[in-house]
Each structure stands twice: as structure tokens, then as C-alpha cells.
């Protein structure tokens, strides 16, 4: 096979990618997922990419969230993925699993076929030298032949198949022993089907072995030395004197079909032995019992390929054994029927028990009724339903006293019923189960349990769960009504026993208090039924119940809920406690119903907002932003560092969420900074907001809201800086009133400490095109002095005084003065040198800012436009002025305010710099 492969398009019939996996065994796909598996997921073989496309192509297909897969381990993720096998793969990956599993599993027939080819490989059947070193046989049938005799027309057929998909060219050659080849597979897929849907009738006339020799001491003798020495137990016979036990003992006396079980038994067990069908004196029945003991010793060391592989190859004994009521097949009840049911035999499962179900035994029917329970728990009603009719037609035959039978008809007469119940055939199950209760011969809370939930129409107890939105209740208590009878009167009989009526009315209570709002009195009894129910499960011994866990976290939630609910400090503590139990459990669960969580949020407030920041904290740990609407209070966030610090993370990455989305995320943000007193964090939600409001005048208005009580977001922002904001705002909204109404209040404030912007603020009223009315009565003091002593500073910039003046802010309105504002700055001073870095209102600005700081400390002077996102803003005048450096604002927006800021700066520079050098 060459490792380097381009999967072509898929094609139809037999050529197609999934007509070569169905002709796969279920271990072998089973082992092809595991192979594909491990390769997307090793971290050397650099397809993360194809790792992640088919998790979410999987993810959708089941509803699973991906972060679920992904932290589930390869035989798990291989469960899930198996069924969906087919849809979920593209040509890639099948390439990539089918590749895996030959190489992990079928090396044996590479390597055997490259060298019928002569094509130099590595021990794993990969070709060295690349695909030019690749060439058809002498002899192309003789060698597909070859492999056939050896490795049988199948699996010949599947791997010819693949190395066509994988690339037609290459393998051309293999056309003419393909049609041969295909006809062969078709022969062996339909006996294959044939053999699995072969139902064996009982046959009254058919030869009965004896089965009334049980095993003797001898046989028991012998089977524990061959474990004991497999153990290597002390005083154990070594490997080799084992076998001569077990030959010596078959040649007492050859007849003694038994004692084929003891050398299949060895043989499976004993490295370095092979099965050995072959003997001379070895007949129809003596194979039976050989292939009994050979399956019996693979079981025991779990040998699920070995297991297989005698299922295969030894099809026709097994099934004789199977149907022949009594002797080796009987033998295989008690070990290999358990284990063929649950590893994917369920035909040959099936076959055994329908041939042997007159000759069980106490044991083996009160195993076969624990495997109908097991599969019943599993939701596998299909084959529970298979085993439980097979047990009911032997049990007459069953050497049992009457209590015993009594006891275990009922217990088969129970899951039965259950076993309908989980098909969703309830007028079935409802008459198995009210002619139980009816006779009295099953004296059990469950059986209620059962009846209850078959009328409500539920399938089993694990159905009835909280729904997930409060429109669904109203429908749940009505099924509940229908069963309502049987909850009460198990709980009535059976008191705390009753487990799973104890939860049903649990359920049905915590509903009806939840839809209503009822009070103390509806509360507590929920809570009683609720107790009841946690504390039986709890202490219950039946551990195998796959249903349990959520049966119990479910309870946990409603009593978390309902302590908390009674708004007392114990109460309260003693409900944290049942929560933090909920959060240690598996991360991957569903959520809880937000409704509910609502309540226990709003009651947890209520006694403690330290209680509910931490719930808010653990639901935010194991579902993410997912949860925002449900803890989207301000307080939360403030109370715990990690929220604010990832809410802080989520604003500044979520700039491809809807802007609605942003909006909400950011308001939280700050108002959770500010009650934390995180002054920065709020400086960074409040850029983040005005920029919204910049880019969709939609957020305007909500913004001057925010705006409207300065003290809220005291000290995140000054007063200038809000007044400023609001006047953007006003403008941006066509508002031009209210806009100057803000800029006389700038100017105002302004006047006394800063009166060089106070100046630029009269100036922007003349470049907005304000009436003169709405600014004439403002007069700077002093301002006709300004620029007294100004003039030896403007012969030295006549005469070529170099110094440097960063401009930074504006938009690309601004930029476009630049090149002729340098111009004509230079035409006058020849020896100044603008630069501009026109910011706008990006909200890439923190990128930039240190950059910009770098040049502002290596500029003379500097000017800061108030057009600039006002956390920039502060950043840079916080910069200039630790150490002080000479820096003007430039309030105005033309051009004529840019010219005469910068020349401002200029002057202000040099006065600062003292005697200025005049370059010649």
C-alpha cells in the first residue's frame, strides 16, 4: 500500500466507500474507527483541521456540543461516531481510516500481496521507494488466488476494493482479477446474511445428546490446574505437565466427548497452543464440546479477536451446537452467552439460548434474566425483549422449588413489561403490568413505579426529566395525572422504599410549585419527595443502573433549588453544598433548565450575593458565555475576578458577534468594572461602547442615556470627557442644539485650568456653523495677550529652528489636510517637521499605543485632537505628562483649527526647548 494517497471522488456499487465498509465485520469497523481515531488525534500527524471538521460534522449529526467529543476518549468518541460512520466521512477520511486499519490489523495481507508483486515494503506492508517502485505480478489471478486460499475471498476483495479507491491508476492492474473476485465476496456476503437470519426450529425428532453427566471432580480437577497454572500459583503444574495432564486424562478414554472441552479450553488458554480441530478420532459432537472449551478459555482472557475469529471460521459447529438441545451447547450458557451478547453477537447469542432453552438451569436462567435487565438499562429494548420470550418458553423446564418459581416468573413478567414500555408499546406493557399487580405475585414499589409511568406515557423513569422551557410543564404534570394513582399508593405501601414514585411526585410537586409560585407548604412537600427519593438512591446498592446518575443529579438540582428557596442562611449553606456536589460531576452533562437556575440565582441573591456570584461563577466555568442572559447581573461579575476578567477577554474578541450582542457584553462590563472599582476595565467598556455608537447611530441614543448621570462613572470618565462624548454624539445624530449646548458646558468647564482648549472650544463653534447667538457671550480672559513675546520665537522658526510636532487624531477626513498642511508649514518654518497619526475611531488603538508614546517622548511638542476615542486620549495625556512634555489639544476639526494648533505647538516647544539652534 502506498502511504501517499488522493482519495478520488466516490463511486457507485461496489466501488463505493460505503459498500467496502459494509462489508466489514462490526469488530472491524469497530477497530477502523479506533485506527482513524488515534491518527486525527496524534498530535505528529498534523490533521487538526480534519480532527475538527469531522467532530462538528458529528456534533451536528447527534446534537453534541463539540467540546463534548473532544474531551471524550477514543473507544468512547468511537461509540458515538460508529453509526455515523457513513454520513459523516468525506473521501479524506475514509483514506485516512481505511489506511489506519490495514495498517494496524491487516499488515499480514500487504505484505503477503507486495511480495507476490515483488515491490520492496516495511514491515507493516507500507512500499519503500515511493509508487514508482509499484508493479503488477507475473501472474495477476495466481496471485490474487494465493491470497484467497490464505486470507479468504473477503477480506482479499476489501482490500483490493480500497487500494482502487485510493488510487485507480496506480492499481489497474488489479482489474482483471477483480470481476472473479467480486463474484466470490457476493457468494460469501450472501451465506453470511443467510447464516444470521437463520431461525432454527426445535426439532422433537432431533437426536438428543445425554446431558444428564454432569461434570465430575475430574473435570473440575482439571480446569482449575489449567487456570491455576495460568495464574502461576504456587505449586501449580508448569505449562508442560499441564498438557500431559489433559492428554493423559483424553486418553483414558477417547469417548469421553467432555474431555475435548478441557484440550479447547487448554488451547485457548495456554500460549503458544493453536486450535487444533484436526485429531483423528475427532467427530461432529467432539468438535462441539472442543469449540465449547476453546470459546469458554478466549472468554475468560476477554480475547474479543480470537473470539471473533472462532465464530468465523468455526460457523458450522457453533451453530450445530447451538441448536442441539443439551451437551456443548448447554456448556456455553453460563460464560460465552453473556459475552456474545454484549460485544455484538446477538445473532449467535440469539441462536444459542432459542437451542438450549429446555435444559437451563437455576443459574443460568437467573443470568440470562440479569442480561435482559442489563440490556433493559442500556435502552437495548430489541434484545431484552429477544431474551425474555426465549426464558418464558423455558422456564417450565427449569428444576425449580414453587417460591423460586413464582419469584422469577414475576421477575420476567416485570421486565417484560419494561421492555415494551421502553419500545413505546404501552397498552402491551400496562396489561403485563396490571396483571402483576392484579395476581400479587410481584409485592414491589417499582412495580407501581412502572405502571404510573406506562400510563403517564413515559418510556422509563429516565424520561421524566425537567424540561428545559416552562411551556413543557403544564404538559408533564398532565402525563403525571395519569399515573398519579400508583406513585401515592407505592409511597403509601412501601413508604421510603418507593424510590421511583418517591422521585415522580418529586417532580410532579417541584412543577406545580415552580408554574404557580406556590408556598411554604407546596414547597416542602416537594422537597420531602425529593429527600426521599436522593436519600434511597443514594444508599441503594444497585450500582449497574445507568439511569442512576442523572435519576441523582436531578434530585440534587430540585433540592438545591427548594432549600435555597427558603431564604435562611442554613438553608441557603446547606443548598451551596448540594450545588458544588452538581458542579464536581461530569462537565459534559446538559445544562439545567434556565428557568430553574433562574430561581436558585434569584433566591441565592435574596439570602447572600456572595452565594449567587459563586453559582454564576461555576455555571460560567462549565458552559461559557452560553450563560450571559442568565447571570447578566452587574453584581455578579463584580463579586468574582474570573468573570470580570473573561467577560473583559470576551469583549475585546468578540468583534464578529452581532452588534447588539457587543452592546450588551460591553454595558455589563462596565457596569460590573465600576462596582468593582476596576477603573481601567470601565475605561476600556466605555471606548468600546462610544465606538459602537459611532459606527450605528442606533446606539447613540442608549449612549447618552449611559451618559446622562456623570457620577455613575465617576472615575472612569471626567466631566470634560463626557461633555466632549456627548457633543460627538449630538452631532453624529444631526442634533446640532443640544450638540452646542454641550460645548458652551465644555467651555465652562474648561475656561479657568485649561483656556487653550477653552479657546479651540469657542473656535469649533465657528467651524460647526453655530450662530454666532450661540457663542458670542463666551470670553476667554486674557486672551488678547496670548501670544505677547511671541515674535524672537517666530524669527527663530523664520530662520530654520529645527524641532518636531506630532499631530495625533482625526479621521480620513484630517488626513486629507495633512500633505498640504506640512506644506505650508514648511514653506514657513522651514525647520519644523509635522507628522500625523490619524487615529479615528479604531478600536485597534492599544495596539498602537506605545508606538505612539515612543514618538511623543522623542517629538518637541505634541498635539492631541479631541477626535480620538476618549480612553486614547486619556492614555496619551497620562503618557505626556509623567514626565511633563509640552502637548496642546486641538478641539477643532477643519483645517484652519489643525494649522493653528500645530503652529501653537510649535511655539510652545520651542519656548520649552529655550535657545533654539539655527542651522545654517
Not at 492614555?875 to 494648533?901: H, K, Y
Amino acid at each position: 500500500m502506498a502511504r501517499g494517497v488522493a482519495a478520488p471522488m466516490p463511486q457507485a456499487g461496489l466501488n463505493d466507500w460505503k459498500a467496502v465498509w459494509n462489508r466489514l465485520l462490526p469488530l472491524d469497523r469497530h477497530r477502523a474507527v479506533i485506527s482513524f481515531l488515534e491518527r486525527l488525534r496524534e498530535p505528529a500527524s498534523r490533521l487538526e483541521l480534519v480532527c475538527d471538521a469531522t467532530l462538528k460534522t458529528l456534533a451536528r449529526r447527534k446534537g453534541f456540543r463539540v467540546e463534548t467529543l473532544k474531551r471524550m476518549n477514543n473507544h468512547q468518541l468511537a461509540d458515538v461516531l460508529l453509526p455515523h460512520v457513513p454520513v459523516v466521512l468525506g473521501a479524506r477520511e475514509w483514506t485516512l481510516l481505511f489506511l489506519g486499519y490495514f495498517a494496524d490489523y491487516k499488515s499480514a495481507i500487504m505484505c503477503r500481496f507486495l511480495d507476490l508483486c515483488g515491490v520492496p515494503h516495511d514491515e507493516r506492508g507500507f512500499v519503500v521507494g515511493g509508487d514508482d517502485k509499484i508493479h503488477p505480478p507475473a501472474d495477476m489471478v495466481k496471485a490474487k488466488d494465493a491470497l484467497v486460499e490464505e486470507f479468504g475471498a473477503m477480506e482479499v476483495g476489501v482490500y483490493f476494493h480500497v487500494l482502487k479507491l485510493m488510487d485507480p491508476d496506480l492499481w489497474r492492474f488489479l482489474d482483471p482479477a477483480l470481476p472473479a473476485l467480486d463474484q466470490a465476496m457476493a457468494a460469501a456476503e450472501a451465506a453470511r446474511q443467510k447464516e444470521q437470519s437463520i431461525v432454527v426450529e426445535e426439532i422433537d425428532e432431533r437426536a438428543v445428546l445425554d446431558v444428564s453427566e454432569e461434570f465430575t471432580q475430574l473435570d473440575r480437577v482439571v480446569m482449575e490446574q489449567i487456570i491455576a497454572t495460568l495464574a502461576e500459583e504456587d505449586r501449580a503444574l508448569k505449562p508442560d505437565e499441564l498438557v500431559d495432564l489433559v492428554e493423559s486424562v483424553h486418553a483414558l478414554d477417547t469417548s469421553r466427548k467432555r474431555s475435548y472441552f478441557h484440550l479447547g479450553f487448554l488451547d485457548a488458554l495456554l500460549p503458544g497452543r493453536r486450535p487444533d480441530m484436526g485429531r483423528p478420532e475427532m467427530n461432529d459432537e467432539r468438535r462441539q464440546w472442543y469449540l465449547a472449551g476453546l470459546l469458554s478459555g478466549y472468554v475468560r482472557q476477554q480475547n474479543h479477536a480470537s473470539v471473533r475469529d472462532a465464530l468465523h471460521r468455526y460457523g458450522a459447529i457453533f451453530r450445530a451446537a447451538s441448536s442441539t438441545p443439551g451437551g456443548a451447547g448447554a456448556g456455553m450458557l453460563t460464560e460465552v452467552h453473556p459475552y456474545l451478547l454484549t460485544h455484538g453477537f446477538q445473532n449467535e447469542a440469539t441462536r444459542l439460548l432459542r437451542g438450549q432453552r429446555r435444559h437451563l438451569t437455576p443459574a443460568t436462567a437467573t443470568l440470562i434474566l440479569q442480561s435482559a435487565t442489563d440490556a433493559i438499562r442500556r435502552g437495548d429494548a430489541a434484545i431484552a425483549n429477544v431474551l425474555l420470550v426465549e426464558l418464558r418458553e423455558g422456564l417450565p423446564h427449569v428444576a425449580l422449588d414453587i417460591a423460586e418459581r413464582a419469584s422469577l416468573e414475576a421477575g420476567v413478567g416485570r421486565r417484560l413489561g419494561q421492555a415494551l414500555q421502553l419500545q413505546g408499546n404501552f397498552s402491551a406493557a400496562k396489561e403485563a403490568f396490571a396483571g402483576l399487580i392484579a395476581e400479587g405475585r410481584l409485592t414491589s414499589p417499582r412495580l407501581h413505579a412502572d405502571m404510573g409511568l406506562v400510563l403517564g406515557g413515559f418510556r422509563s423513569l429516565a424520561e421524566l426529566v425537567l424540561p428545559p422551557g416552562l411551556d413543557r410543564v403544564r404538559a408533564i404534570l398532565t402525563q403525571l395525572r395519569q399515573g398519579e394513582r400508583y406513585f401515592t399508593e407505592a409511597v403509601e405501601r412501601f413508604g421510603s422504599a418507593a424510590l421511583g414514585a418517591h422521585y415522580a411526585l418529586g417532580v410532579r410537586d417541584f412543577l406545580r410549585w415552580m408554574e404557580t409560585d406556590s408556598g411554604d407548604e407546596a414547597r416542602e412537600q416537594a422537597l420531602m419527595h425529593v429527600n426521599a427519593a436522593l436519600i434511597g438512591m443514594m444508599t441503594e446498592t444497585d450500582a449497574q443502573d445507568p439511569e442512576r446518575p442523572l435519576l441523582v443529579d436531578c434530585c440534587r438540582f430540585m433540592q438545591a433549588v427548594l432549600m435555597m428557596a427558603r431564604l435562611d442562611a442554613a438553608s441557603a449553606q446547606a443548598a451551596m453544598e448540594t450545588w458544588r456536589m452538581l458542579m464536581a460531576q461530569d462537565p459534559s452533562a446538559a445544562p439545567w433548565p434556565e428557568w430553574g437556575m433562574q430561581r436558585l440565582l434569584e433566591c441565592a441573591d435574596l439570602v447572600d450575593p456572595a452565594l449567587a456570584g459563586e453559582i454564576a461563577e461555576s455555571l460560567w466555568c462549565r458552559h461559557g458565555q452560553a450563560v450571559l442572559p442568565l447571570i447578566h447581573r452587574p453584581e455578579w461579575f463584580a463579586r468574582s475576578s474570573l468573570l470580570l476578567d473573561d467577560l473583559q477577554i470576551l469583549c475585546r474578541d468578540g468583534t464578529d458577534q452581532p452588534l447588539q450582542a457587543r452592546w450588551e457584553r460591553l454595558s455589563l462590563l462596565v457596569a460590573a468594572a465600576l462596582s468593582a472599582g476596576r477603573v481601567e476595565s470601565a475605561q476600556e467598556g466605555l471606548d468600546g461602547l462610544e465606538h459602537l455608537a459611532h459606527e450605528d447611530s442606533r446606539f447613540c441614543e442608549p449612549m447618552l442615556d449611559l451618559l446622562e448621570a456623570p457620577a455613575r462613572l465617576d472615575p472612569a470618565w471626567s466631566e470634560t470627557d463626557i461633555l466632549r462624548a456627548r457633543f460627538r454624539l449630538y452631532r453624529r445624530l444631526g442634533r446640532d442644539p443640544e450638540a452646542f449646548a454641550q460645548l458652551r458646558a465644555l467651555f465652562f468647564a474648561l475656561r479657568d485650568a485649561r483656556p487653550l482648549e477653552a479657546a479651540q472650544t469657542l473656535a469649533l463653534f465657528r467651524e460647526c456653523g453655530a450662530a454666532p447667538a450661540q457663542y458670542e457671550d463666551l470670553v476667554l480672559p486674557g486672551a488678547e495677550a496670548e501670544h505677547d513675546g511671541d515674535s524672537e520665537l517666530l524669527e527663530q522658526l523664520e530662520g530654520g529652528a529645527e524641532l518636531t510636532v506630532l499631530f495625533v487624531g482625526g479621521n480620513e477626513i484630517q488626513a486629507r489636510y495633512s500633505d498640504d498642511l506640512i506644506r505650508e508649514i514648511t514653506d514657513q518654518w522651514p525647520g519644523v517637521r509635522v507628522e500625523f497619526r490619524h487615529t479615528g475611531w479604531s478600536s485597534n488603538w492599544g495596539r498602537d499605543v506605545n508606538h505612539l508614546k515612543r514618538q511623543a517622548s522623542e517629538a518637541d511638542a505634541v498635539v492631541l485632537m479631541t477626535m480620538m476615542r476618549t480612553t486614547l486620549g486619556r492614555v496619551l495625556r497620562e503618557a505626556l505628562n509623567d514626565p511633563p512634555r509640552p502637548w496642546i489639544p486641538c478641539t477643532g476639526t477643519g483645517r484652519q483649527a489643525l494649522l493653528q494648533s500645530i503652529r501653537h505647538a510649535a511655539l510652545i516647544g520651542l519656548r520649552t526647548r529655550g535657545r533654539s539652534v539655527v542651522t545654517g
